[in-house]
């Protein structure tokens, strides 16, 4: 974001304050409280707490933060441009950084499954169709060029004599230019050029100080007798970090229950036969779908990237693997289903954390997904090395001042 976009994102916001408060004040306005925003919502109350305090530490990524507003001023009426613009201006204000672009962010498709086909089937078909197109195009571009010869040759005898012409004109101009630096004398500088160099020479002459903290003479003799005594910086004010302390915990306990008696089960409009079909017995096969409302949800799949996903309304997403980890926000809207059986999410907060099959719940730790002051997801063993990458060097830092 440059300094003109944030300007003109200043003077939208300022006359209202930041996201917060501007939330806060259109839900007064609709007479609604926090609980019952959070009622229509299914976004928990400590979250809509989060957002009208402007607390980011304690919400998740951007994705999730522009889900959360998208769902809160869509309750209230209130245009979601003009929320997406106080809410990019509070997070440069209050982080120090413009909105990430959430290009790692997608929102996914309609519910409705393309035929699945066999690898082979799709590679054959695939592999045709390009062939096709190939020779289609070719054959096109064959016909096009007969017609654009003439033109083509007409347009390089005029370009010759143009780039001839600018070539012939340069060099007199520079013999003309140099003839009248000549005949002048010595440039003269204006006295705030004469300035800027003065302040660029005393930067280059300051004395230096080395990693032992010895400090070297200046190299001009007329600032010699000038004894510089900077101010000492701490160690953590120069060593910016990007993994900052963070408290994880081992996962305990049952994550989630199956109901092999739910009605879901047998519903073909929440559970879509083709993705009944689509199990395999030999992987973990989870299906989310969006019933009352959008999800905000981050994965991993085996040792696949993790991925940042907005499951719309009505919308869904169905992932197989030998092992998979899944954060989700706004759980209550979803029917999640486990080995075609729906499954129960217990929580109060809005947020779970998920992990298939049950018996690798010991290997992880929580948050699955810690972000970094980037904005970028980790796994928490990830994150836990870094972390302690920094803590080392920060350290090493203290012990050489």
Known sequence: MDKQQTSELGTGASSVGLLGEFLKQRRIDKNYTLEKLSQKTKISVNILKALECNDYDHLPSAAYIKGFVTSYVKVLGVPLDEAIIKMEYTYLNVLGKPFPALNHTKSMPSPTPAPIRPVRDMQDSDESSAAQSMIESGDSFIESTKSLMPIVIFAAIILLFVGGYKLISSVVEGEVTDQKAKD???????????VKQTESAKSVEAPATTETGV????????????????EEMKPDQEFQRNFPAVEF????????SVRMDAPENL???ILPKQIKDSMNSDLQNIYIRAIEG????????DNGPIQSVIINKDNDLFLQGAEIRIFLGN???TKIFYNNYL???????GVK????????????QLPLFPKAKDDILYTSDEYIKRMKMEEDELEKRKENL
């Open 184 to 194: 002048l004398g010595p440039k003269i500088e204006s006295s705030s050029a004469l």
């Open 215 to 230: 400090t070297t003479a200046p190299t001009n003799a007329s600032e010699a007798s000038v004894d510089p005594k900077p």
């Open 249 to 256: 915990k081992k996962l305990r306990g049952k994550l989630f």
């Open 267 to 269: 519903d073909e409009n």
């Open 294 to 301: 959008n999800t905000w949800l981050s994965y991993k799949v």
């Open 331 to 333: 759980v209550n809207v």
């Open 343 to 349: 499954i129960e999410t217990p929580t109060k907060t």
């Open 353 to 364: 954390s998920l992990v298939f099959p049950e018996e690798s719940n010991s290997k992880f």
